[in-house]
């Protein structure tokens, strides 16, 4: 088994300036979204891991943008953000980057958080 420091990690997320913001009760803004996914970042690399960013739109790029990223590489974990998959609206989208990771990365984990505050979390839990 591969060590944490040796651990690709993908993180796929929608851009937050696209997030419609204004009937949520989270408190999120874009800013703070951007600013989660730094401290993220920082977490991730203390830990030894090699992180990868897909930030995706929600136009017909979306899909491509994640085919292309799945192609060109591979991961050991693969974390889809609650945007992708908790809105009601990006259910399809969600669907979408479900089947290209089955079909494109069959090896790869997937993992879940509940918040930016659990991403790390779910990575460790992801690799066991």
């Known amino acids: 088994m591969a060590t944490i420091a040796s651990r690709k990690i993908l993180l796929i997320g929608i851009d937050p300036s696209l997030i419609d913001f204004g009937n949520s009760t989270s408190g999120r803004t874009p800013e703070s979204i951007n600013a989660a996914r730094d401290k993220i970042q920082e977490e991730l690399d203390a830990l030894g891991f090699e992180v990868h960013h897909c930030i995706v739109d929600l136009g017909a790029t979306a899909v491509a943008q994640v085919k292309e990223v799945l192609e060109n590489d591979k991961f050991d974990s693969i974390m889809i953000g609650g945007a992708v998959r908790a809105l009601p609206q990006h259910t399809i989208l969600f669907e979408e980057i479900i089947n290209l990771i089955h079909q494109k ?15 790390v979390a779910a990575i460790l839990r992801s690799i066991g």
Do not use: D, K
Not at 108 to 118: D, K, L, V
């Open 105 to 119: 990365a069959p090896a790869s984990r997937i993992c879940f958080n509940t918040g930016p505050e659990t991403t």
